[in-house]
């Protein structure tokens, strides 16, 4: 590709400008700038030649004195992105990438997926004629951003990586505790994927699937690490106000009150993960020993411990330990719904995409990841209507039985990560608690589609009602599999046998 030297001076003036401000802050005073490459004199007529090759040499110093956690932290709300695509472009076109090189495009590529021009512009969907799923808007944004630079091949095998993105996503999501998440592995996983992609990783097509699985980690990562440092200041107030000052021991130190009133979460996390993986583990620590043995109040008499239960394996802790399914469906967060709510539009997406394209003799049975989910022809034809939009009792009625073969579908597939999970206690709970929040997602589904039942019967729809009910008795089914699976009784797990 042809190269048009002015409009490489112009993304290169404004890395350095970007950078210099970054410097500036650092060192608190004014950075000196070499010869010809000042404000002034990329505005004037200088031989342009000349001057790409000193900013060149410039930048390349600049390079090893930004890191990506000044990157990081430099790049807020306010951070113009004409800045952000500058800097794409530029670590783009480098003809040799370093480590920090593909780091600082991974931030610089995150940050524009979390802040479209738009609001709400990577969220359009749509479906190319042959019913298949076209480039996503956020990789069609990128494609168009680095339009005039030489792009790297993207061979098979780097493919076959891209596609471990969308299932550790998942996983993300399911993670309700900060030590589990730090334990893991996932954070070195991921570093491991991204190195292993080697130069692939400055493809559009690579930053497309990475920018949204960063987006998700980080608004995981932030939620759970503010709530465990909100829980230890709690503890630490609840000391002081007694009259203590030491809260426990991490690693042999003591921790005092002190100690966590100076700690600055927002700070912590503008730092890159891979340094500071040591900090977030202490306060992980910190969390797990306050639980085990909180600030005792003054005065107040020392409790009995309660006998702990003769366990004597991981998958007894799962099985005998009853689960509070009444509590733990009133605990449900608006972040676990919406999480969830995520997960059954792919869910939509998949099934609808199959029914679709698939031969209509066959296009009743889905092939799911665990089982094949069988829909009955008023559930394919809804996932085929295109009359989802209008403001009619027929659409009404397609729009109940998408929801309910979502959920339902959702359903099984975490009641088949339950029974593998059995052995890990950590992994069985994360599981439960994404059946929890479908079953109170399946709740507000149930009474929905029983308003637009009772709208149909009073219309004389009888048949668009015998549809709807005969959908609501399998989630009706797999709900109660589920509420017997949690609650630990004796028929859960021939119950939850049956739904492979």
Not at 220 to 225: G, H, N, V
Not at 328 to 339: G, I, L, S
Not at 424 to 432: D, E, N, T
Not at 466 to 491: C, H, V
Request: glycine content about 6%.
């Amino acid at each position: 590709m042809a190269e048009d030297p002015k409009w490489e001076l112009a993304i290169l003036a404004t890395v350095q400008g970007f950078y210099e401000k970054l410097l500036q802050e650092a060192v608190e005073g004014e950075v000196p700038v070499p010869a010809g490459l000042e404000t002034v004199s990329l505005q004037g007529d200088s031989d342009v030649g000349e001057m790409l090759a000193s900013m060149r040499r410039w930048l390349r110093l600049l390079d090893m004195a930004i890191s990506p956690a000044m990157l990081r932290r430099a790049f807020g709300e306010q951070t113009d992105p004409e800045i952000a695509e500058a800097m794409l472009r530029y670590f783009v076109r480098k003809k040799e990438h370093t480590d920090s090189d593909r780091d600082k495009t991974d931030i610089v590529a995150t940050f524009l997926y979390r802040h479209p021009r738009v609001p709400g512009q990577w969220e359009q969907r749509g479906y190319g004629l042959d019913g298949s799923l076209p480039l996503s808007p956020f990789e069609i944004a990128l494609i168009e951003i680095l339009a005039d630079s030489d792009l790297p091949g993207l061979p098979e095998e780097h493919i076959q990586l891209l596609r471990r993105f969308d299932p550790l996503e998942e996983q993300v999501l399911r993670f309700r505790d900060l030590n589990a998440l730090l334990e893991s592995g996932l954070i070195q996983t991921v570093r491991q994927l991204k190195g292993t992609l080697e130069d692939s990783f400055f493809h559009p097509g690579v930053l497309a699937t990475i920018a949204p699985y960063n987006a998700t980690f980080g608004a995981k990562f932030d939620e759970l690490f503010r709530e465990s440092t909100k829980q230890i200041k709690d503890f630490a107030g609840e000391l002081e106000d007694q009259g203590g000052t030491i809260l426990g021991s991490v690693d042999g130190m003591d921790v005092t009150v002190d100690h966590v009133k100076a700690m600055d979460e927002e700070n912590l996390l503008k730092l890159d993960y891979g340094q500071a993986l040591d900090k977030f583990r202490r306060v992980s620590k910190l969390k797990q020993t306050l639980e085990q043995k909180p600030p005792m109040k003054r005065g107040a008499k020392q409790a009995k411990p309660a006998p702990k239960p003769a366990v004597k394996t991981a998958s007894a802790v799962v099985v005998n330990v009853p689960f509070n399914l009444k509590a733990m469906r009133k605990a449900v967060t608006p972040q676990q719904v919406a999480a969830e709510e995520t997960k059954l539009l792919k869910v939509e997406e998949s099934v609808r995409i199959f029914v679709r394209v698939a031969d209509p003799k066959f296009r009743q049975v889905v092939p799911m990841r665990f089982f094949n989910l069988t829909l009955t022809p008023a559930e394919a034809d809804a996932y085929c209507a295109d009359y989802l939009e209008e403001k009619s009792l027929r659409a009404g009625v397609a729009r109940v039985l998408l929801r309910l073969v979502a959920v339902t579908a959702r359903l099984i597939t975490e009641l088949e990560e339950l029974k593998r999970a059995n052995n890990s206690p950590s992994l069985w709970k994360l599981h439960a608690d994404s059946l929890v929040t479908l079953l109170e997602i399946g709740g507000n589904a149930t009474e929905n589609a029983e308003r637009v039942s009772n709208l149909a019967s009073q219309r004389g729809h009888r048949q668009q009602v015998e549809e709807i009910q005969t959908s609501l008795k399998k989630l009706r089914d797999y709900s109660g599999i589920a509420e017997r699976t949690l609650t630990g009784s004796a028929e859960a797990k021939s119950a939850a046998a049956g739904a492979e």
